[in-house]
């Protein structure tokens, strides 16, 4: 782990792990600390991987000021870990909610990325969002599980704005609802800081627009990386999300959900490893 200091003073640590190129990743969550991440389904082993906590998350300091957990105003954080790293320009992976991170943080410093990898990014930032029937239909194909019929109640009564999001939800984020991914769904609780997910999203985090403007001319090559069988977001919204970029490939990985570095891991590590490897340009 090393300490890094933001823009404003906040004192925050980015974990290194493996050797060779670095690839620095943005967990998701929103406001989860990344050590859920792992090392990407042995994708350490390929690839110098320099997981970021975020601000009031892991091992990173708590800001002064609360609304900087703003997602816009993140990117500054991201741009302190390139200069901290010596990277004029970096491969930059984003998972889920930091994904819409690292597509704020491309469209502002376009020159800075090599190539950027969206793992089951969810596009807010290009306002976009699953829809409760994206959700319920990637839910359906879940329908030979026997923890489904439980499950899916209490997601139709959380899309309804009848129910919270319960326990019983969690085994649709994973492509398996084996011991690995209920030990994984286990540590979220200890994970998350609930207060700054609450402000990541908040009023003035995302100018759409502006956003989806900026990233129709990024040079870089985009890898967009959907689970087929997660909802939020579905292969077809991350298709949709792939669109927006002049120079971007979509791959959805079988069998997958939200995380899917546990449902296949040589799958995903193979996949990304390969799509970094090829030749960068702009």
Not at 8 to 11: N, R, S
Not at 228 to 240: C, F, I, M, N, V
């Given at each position: 782990m090393s300490i890094f200091t933001a823009p404003?003073?906040?004192?925050l640590a980015c974990h290194t792990q493996g050797e060779g190129t670095p690839l620095v990743v943005l967990p998701g969550?929103?406001?989860?600390?990344?050590?859920?991440?792992?090392?990407?389904?042995?994708?350490?082993?390929?690839?110098?991987?320099?997981?970021?906590?975020?601000?009031g998350t892991g091992d990173s300091a708590t800001p002064a000021d609360p609304a900087s957990y703003r997602c816009d105003r993140l990117v500054d954080d991201v741009e302190a870990l390139r200069v901290h790293l010596g990277l004029d320009r970096?491969?930059?992976?984003?998972?889920?909610?930091?994904?819409?991170?690292?597509?704020?943080?491309?469209?502002?410093?376009?020159?800075?990325?090599?190539?950027?990898?969206?793992?089951?990014?969810?596009p807010w930032a290009l306002g976009m969002a699953p829809t409760p029937e994206e959700r319920l239909a990637a839910a359906r194909l879940r329908k030979g599980e026997p923890w489904f019929e439980?499950?899916?109640e209490a997601l139709q009564a959380w899309l309804a704005g009848?129910?919270?999001?319960?326990?019983?939800?969690?085994?649709?984020?994973?492509?398996?609802?084996?011991?690995?991914?209920?030990?994984?769904?286990?540590?979220?609780?200890?994970?998350?800081?609930?207060?700054a997910g609450e402000v990541y999203g908040s009023d003035g985090a995302y100018d759409p627009p502006s956003?989806?403007?900026?990233?129709?001319?990024?040079?870089?090559?985009?890898?967009?990386?959907?689970?087929?069988?997660?909802?939020?977001?579905?292969?077809?919204?991350?298709?949709?999300?792939?669109?927006?970029?002049?120079?971007?490939?979509?791959?959805?990985?079988?069998?997958?959900?939200?995380?899917?570095?546990?449902?296949?891991?040589?799958?995903?590590?193979?996949?990304?490893d390969t799509f970094l490897g090829g030749p960068a340009f702009g």
């Open positions: 404003d003073g906040t004192a969550g929103p406001m989860r600390a990344s050590a859920y991440l792992g090392d990407l389904g042995g994708l350490a082993a390929r690839r110098q991987l320099v997981r970021l906590d975020l601000r970096m491969d930059l992976l984003g998972h889920s909610a930091g994904g819409s991170l690292a597509m704020l943080y491309a469209a502002r410093h376009p020159r800075r990325i090599r190539r950027l990898v969206l793992v089951t990014a969810n439980e499950a899916f009848t129910g919270d999001f319960v326990p019983a939800l969690t085994p649709f984020s994973y492509g398996r609802w084996d011991r690995a991914a209920q030990q994984h769904d286990a540590r979220a609780d200890t994970e998350f800081n609930d207060e956003t989806r403007a900026a990233l129709s001319r990024l040079p870089a090559p985009v890898l967009v990386l959907a689970g087929e069988l997660d909802g939020g977001p579905s292969p077809d919204l991350a298709r949709r999300s792939a669109e927006v970029f002049p120079h971007a490939e979509l791959a959805v990985q079988p069998g997958a959900g939200h995380f899917p570095w546990l449902d296949d891991p040589e799958w995903f590590a193979g996949r990304v």
